[in-house]
Protein backbone atom coordinates (compact mmCIF):
# COMPACT_ATOMS: atom_id res chain seq x y z
CA UNK A 1 0.00 0.00 0.00
CA UNK A 2 1.51 3.01 -1.18
CA UNK A 3 2.58 5.81 1.65
CA UNK A 4 2.71 9.25 1.93
CA UNK A 5 3.62 12.51 4.25
CA UNK A 6 1.88 15.76 4.28
CA UNK A 7 1.95 18.93 6.31
CA UNK A 8 0.30 18.38 9.69
CA UNK A 9 -2.23 20.66 8.54
CA UNK A 10 -3.67 19.12 6.12
CA UNK A 11 -4.90 16.24 8.36
CA UNK A 12 -8.09 16.20 10.79
CA UNK A 13 -9.33 13.89 12.93
CA UNK A 14 -11.65 12.78 9.88
CA UNK A 15 -10.06 14.02 6.52
CA UNK A 16 -6.53 14.16 4.87
CA UNK A 17 -5.51 16.16 2.18
CA UNK A 18 -3.05 15.79 -0.34
CA UNK A 19 -1.80 17.81 -2.41
CA UNK A 20 1.09 18.74 -5.02
CA UNK A 21 3.57 16.34 -6.47
CA UNK A 22 2.10 13.56 -4.19
CA UNK A 23 -1.40 14.06 -5.69
CA UNK A 24 0.07 13.77 -9.10
CA UNK A 25 1.79 10.45 -7.96
CA UNK A 26 -1.66 9.44 -6.81
CA UNK A 27 -3.55 10.20 -9.70
CA UNK A 28 -1.26 10.32 -12.68
CA UNK A 29 1.29 7.83 -11.57
CA UNK A 30 -0.49 4.87 -9.61
CA UNK A 31 -3.47 5.68 -10.99
CA UNK A 32 -5.39 5.39 -7.90
CA UNK A 33 -9.36 5.47 -7.78
CA UNK A 34 -12.27 7.04 -5.20
CA UNK A 35 -12.65 4.17 -2.49
CA UNK A 36 -8.76 3.37 -2.89
CA UNK A 37 -6.82 3.33 -0.04
CA UNK A 38 -3.42 4.72 1.45
CA UNK A 39 -1.39 5.47 3.71
CA UNK A 40 -0.94 8.88 4.88
CA UNK A 41 1.53 10.50 8.16
CA UNK A 42 1.67 13.83 8.94
CA UNK A 43 5.09 13.27 10.28
CA UNK A 44 4.75 14.09 14.00
CA UNK A 45 3.20 11.38 15.31
CA UNK A 46 -0.06 10.54 13.31
CA UNK A 47 -0.28 7.87 10.76
CA UNK A 48 -3.73 6.88 9.19
CA UNK A 49 -5.21 4.26 6.36
CA UNK A 50 -7.35 6.63 4.57
CA UNK A 51 -9.91 5.84 1.85
CA UNK A 52 -9.76 8.37 -1.28
CA UNK A 53 -12.95 10.28 -1.57
CA UNK A 54 -11.88 12.47 -4.23
CA UNK A 55 -9.31 13.40 -6.83
CA UNK A 56 -7.96 15.79 -8.44
CA UNK A 57 -5.62 17.27 -10.58
CA UNK A 58 -3.01 18.45 -7.64
CA UNK A 59 -5.65 17.75 -4.84
CA UNK A 60 -6.61 14.65 -3.33
CA UNK A 61 -8.79 14.09 -0.66
CA UNK A 62 -9.10 11.11 1.65
CA UNK A 63 -11.41 9.77 4.46
CA UNK A 64 -9.44 8.37 7.56
CA UNK A 65 -10.39 5.47 8.28
CA UNK A 66 -8.24 4.33 11.01
CA UNK A 67 -5.65 5.65 13.11
CA UNK A 68 -2.46 3.35 12.70
CA UNK A 69 0.18 2.51 15.81
CA UNK A 70 3.46 4.73 15.30
CA UNK A 71 6.02 1.97 15.84
CA UNK A 72 8.48 1.90 13.10
CA UNK A 73 10.64 4.87 15.00
CA UNK A 74 13.92 3.61 17.02
CA UNK A 75 13.59 4.96 21.14
CA UNK A 76 17.20 7.03 20.65
CA UNK A 77 17.64 9.98 18.24
CA UNK A 78 20.97 9.64 16.11
CA UNK A 79 21.87 12.41 14.14
CA UNK A 80 24.80 11.90 11.42
CA UNK A 81 27.15 14.83 10.86
CA UNK A 82 28.84 14.26 7.97
CA UNK A 83 31.31 16.43 6.35
CA UNK A 84 30.20 17.60 2.94
CA UNK A 85 31.71 14.69 0.21
CA UNK A 86 31.96 15.05 -3.10
CA UNK A 87 29.87 14.46 -6.26
CA UNK A 88 26.59 12.95 -5.09
CA UNK A 89 27.38 11.00 -1.82
CA UNK A 90 25.73 13.15 0.40
CA UNK A 91 22.54 11.53 -1.50
CA UNK A 92 23.60 7.85 -0.50
CA UNK A 93 24.37 9.36 2.91
CA UNK A 94 20.64 10.49 3.36
CA UNK A 95 18.91 7.46 1.60
CA UNK A 96 20.58 5.20 3.39
CA UNK A 97 20.65 6.30 6.72
CA UNK A 98 17.18 7.31 6.58
CA UNK A 99 16.33 3.66 5.80
CA UNK A 100 18.55 2.41 8.99
CA UNK A 101 16.71 5.04 11.25
CA UNK A 102 18.58 8.10 11.39
CA UNK A 103 16.72 11.09 12.90
CA UNK A 104 18.69 13.97 11.62
CA UNK A 105 21.53 14.90 9.18
CA UNK A 106 23.76 17.47 9.66
CA UNK A 107 26.37 18.35 7.04
CA UNK A 108 29.25 20.52 7.73
CA UNK A 109 32.49 22.00 6.28
CA UNK A 110 36.05 20.15 7.83
CA UNK A 111 39.66 21.51 6.72
CA UNK A 112 40.12 18.96 4.60
CA UNK A 113 36.48 19.38 2.52
CA UNK A 114 37.29 18.68 -0.79
CA UNK A 115 34.02 20.17 -1.84
CA UNK A 116 34.25 24.40 -2.92
CA UNK A 117 30.68 25.44 -1.01
CA UNK A 118 28.81 27.42 -2.88
CA UNK A 119 25.99 29.31 -0.56
CA UNK A 120 24.21 30.53 -3.78
CA UNK A 121 23.02 26.87 -4.85
CA UNK A 122 22.97 25.63 -1.17
CA UNK A 123 18.75 25.87 -1.45
CA UNK A 124 18.18 24.03 -4.21
CA UNK A 125 20.62 21.34 -3.36
CA UNK A 126 18.75 21.11 0.33
CA UNK A 127 15.95 21.07 -1.51
CA UNK A 128 16.43 17.85 -3.16
CA UNK A 129 18.07 16.71 0.36
CA UNK A 130 15.52 16.78 2.14
CA UNK A 131 13.12 15.11 -1.12
CA UNK A 132 15.26 12.47 -0.68
CA UNK A 133 14.67 11.62 2.88
CA UNK A 134 11.35 11.94 2.58
CA UNK A 135 11.09 9.25 -0.68
CA UNK A 136 13.50 7.12 1.72
CA UNK A 137 11.41 7.45 4.96
CA UNK A 138 7.90 6.52 2.79
CA UNK A 139 9.81 3.74 1.53
CA UNK A 140 11.09 2.09 4.49
CA UNK A 141 7.89 2.86 6.43
CA UNK A 142 9.28 5.28 8.90
CA UNK A 143 6.70 7.29 10.79
CA UNK A 144 8.83 10.53 10.31
CA UNK A 145 11.00 11.91 7.97
CA UNK A 146 14.64 13.21 9.18
CA UNK A 147 15.65 16.67 8.98
CA UNK A 148 18.22 17.22 6.88
CA UNK A 149 20.03 20.98 8.12
CA UNK A 150 21.80 23.46 5.90
CA UNK A 151 25.99 22.72 6.46
CA UNK A 152 27.85 24.40 8.82
CA UNK A 153 31.27 25.16 9.90
CA UNK A 154 33.16 23.51 11.98
CA UNK A 155 33.31 25.29 15.41
CA UNK A 156 29.36 25.44 15.14
CA UNK A 157 29.04 21.75 14.78
CA UNK A 158 31.35 20.81 17.37
CA UNK A 159 28.96 23.04 19.85
CA UNK A 160 26.19 21.20 18.42
CA UNK A 161 27.96 17.76 19.73
CA UNK A 162 28.52 19.33 23.29
CA UNK A 163 24.38 19.21 23.46
CA UNK A 164 23.99 15.83 23.11
CA UNK A 165 24.34 12.64 25.44
CA UNK A 166 26.91 11.50 23.49
CA UNK A 167 28.87 11.80 19.90
CA UNK A 168 30.80 10.07 18.30
CA UNK A 169 33.92 10.70 16.46
CA UNK A 170 34.68 8.23 13.67
CA UNK A 171 37.93 8.59 13.42
CA UNK A 172 40.67 6.39 11.40
CA UNK A 173 44.12 7.14 13.48
CA UNK A 174 42.19 5.74 16.80
CA UNK A 175 43.98 2.79 17.45
CA UNK A 176 42.11 1.59 21.20
CA UNK A 177 38.73 2.31 21.69
CA UNK A 178 36.27 0.91 19.40
CA UNK A 179 33.01 1.85 18.86
CA UNK A 180 31.23 -0.99 20.41
CA UNK A 181 33.13 0.09 23.80
CA UNK A 182 32.28 3.47 23.75
CA UNK A 183 28.62 2.47 23.13
CA UNK A 184 28.27 0.31 25.84
CA UNK A 185 29.95 2.46 28.14
CA UNK A 186 27.98 5.63 26.76
CA UNK A 187 24.67 3.52 27.53
CA UNK A 188 25.96 1.94 30.84
CA UNK A 189 26.40 5.27 32.10
CA UNK A 190 23.08 6.25 31.35
CA UNK A 191 20.64 5.55 34.23
CA UNK A 192 17.22 5.84 32.05
CA UNK A 193 18.59 3.59 29.65
CA UNK A 194 18.75 4.18 26.01
CA UNK A 195 15.18 5.43 25.00
CA UNK A 196 15.01 9.29 24.40
CA UNK A 197 18.85 9.23 23.82
CA UNK A 198 19.98 11.95 21.72
CA UNK A 199 23.71 10.49 19.70
CA UNK A 200 25.56 12.09 17.23
CA UNK A 201 28.43 10.30 14.58
CA UNK A 202 30.53 12.74 12.90
CA UNK A 203 32.17 11.43 9.95
CA UNK A 204 34.93 12.86 8.32
CA UNK A 205 35.84 13.62 4.47
CA UNK A 206 37.30 11.97 1.96
CA UNK A 207 41.01 12.93 3.33
CA UNK A 208 39.82 12.60 6.72
CA UNK A 209 40.13 14.71 10.16
CA UNK A 210 43.40 16.51 10.66
CA UNK A 211 44.71 15.89 14.08
CA UNK A 212 43.76 19.48 15.24
CA UNK A 213 40.24 18.49 14.45
CA UNK A 214 40.47 15.49 16.17
CA UNK A 215 41.73 17.04 19.53
CA UNK A 216 39.50 19.94 19.18
CA UNK A 217 36.42 17.43 19.19
CA UNK A 218 37.75 15.42 21.79
CA UNK A 219 37.90 18.86 23.66
CA UNK A 220 34.72 18.94 22.96
CA UNK A 221 33.64 16.26 25.27
CA UNK A 222 33.11 13.80 21.60
CA UNK A 223 34.48 10.26 21.97
CA UNK A 224 36.98 8.89 19.22
CA UNK A 225 35.81 5.41 18.00
CA UNK A 226 37.24 3.02 15.51
CA UNK A 227 34.97 1.42 12.96
CA UNK A 228 37.16 -1.92 12.19
CA UNK A 229 40.42 -2.41 11.02
CA UNK A 230 39.29 -1.59 7.54
CA UNK A 231 39.19 1.88 6.22
CA UNK A 232 35.63 2.60 5.04
CA UNK A 233 34.54 5.52 2.50
CA UNK A 234 33.59 8.85 4.20
CA UNK A 235 29.41 7.31 2.65
CA UNK A 236 29.92 4.30 4.08
CA UNK A 237 31.51 5.23 7.58
CA UNK A 238 28.14 6.86 9.02
CA UNK A 239 25.73 3.54 7.75
CA UNK A 240 28.26 1.21 9.24
CA UNK A 241 28.26 3.52 12.54
CA UNK A 242 24.37 3.88 12.71
CA UNK A 243 23.58 0.40 12.11
CA UNK A 244 25.85 -0.68 15.17
CA UNK A 245 25.13 1.62 17.34
CA UNK A 246 21.03 0.58 16.64
CA UNK A 247 21.99 -3.36 16.71
CA UNK A 248 23.75 -2.37 20.11
CA UNK A 249 20.25 -0.78 21.70
CA UNK A 250 18.30 -3.60 20.64
CA UNK A 251 16.68 -1.42 17.40
CA UNK A 252 17.98 -4.07 14.95
CA UNK A 253 17.84 -7.49 16.61
CA UNK A 254 20.86 -7.07 19.57
Not at 142 to 156: D, S
Not at 198 to 213: A, D, K, L
Request: proline share 4%; glycine share 10%.
Amino acid sequence: MQRYFIPPGQMTEYEAVVTGDDAHHIANVMRARVGDKLILSDGIGREVLAEIAELGKNRVVARVVETLPMAAEPAVNVTIAQSLPKGDKMETVIQKGTEIGAVRFLPFLSERTVVQYDERKEAKRLDRWRKIAKEAAEQAHRNRVPAVEAPIGWNELLQTAAKTDASFLCYEKEDVRTLRQAVRDALAARSGGAGGMNVMFIIGPEGGFSEREAAEALAAGCVPVKLGSRILRTETAGMVALACFLYETGEMGG
